[in-house]
Nanobody
């Protein structure tokens, strides 16, 4: 398994931006597809975005409809880090954000999870 540590969360006004980072260690990061999930209080965890391992296919991405056009997932395999750039943030984006290793799809098999970073969007 790979160890994952998220950072970059915070409080931002609606319409603002944040960039989350997820640093990996303990295994070959570039072998894994990666995803971001989020969970708001009282709600189920939901898929946000995913990216494949970034090999010959060049880092294919996958997004939930709710964030498409506003969020961008990317990865830097040299730094063992995956990012989530979040623009045009809305109050409904408020949640704990988690990165996970194993798949770029919501229904995939995820074997490692980070501890989460809180994002709060004020109106």
């Amino acid at each position: 398994q790979v160890q994952l540590v998220e950072s970059g969360g915070g409080v931002v006004q609606a319409g603002g931006s944040l960039r989350l980072s997820c640093a990996a260690s303990g295994h070959t990061f570039s072998n894994y597809a990666m995803s971001w999930f989020r969970q708001a209080p009282g709600k189920e965890r939901e898929f946000v975005a995913g990216i494949n391992w970034g090999g010959w296919s060049g880092g294919r991405t996958n997004y939930a409809n709710s964030v498409k056009g506003r969020f961008t997932i990317s990865r830097d395999n040299a730094k063992d880090t995956v990012y989530l750039q979040m623009n045009s943030l809305k109050p409904e984006d408020t949640a704990m954000y988690y990165c996970a290793a194993g798949s770029m799809y919501s229904s995939g098999d995820f074997h490692s999870w980070g501890q989460g970073t809180q994002v709060t969007v004020s109106s």
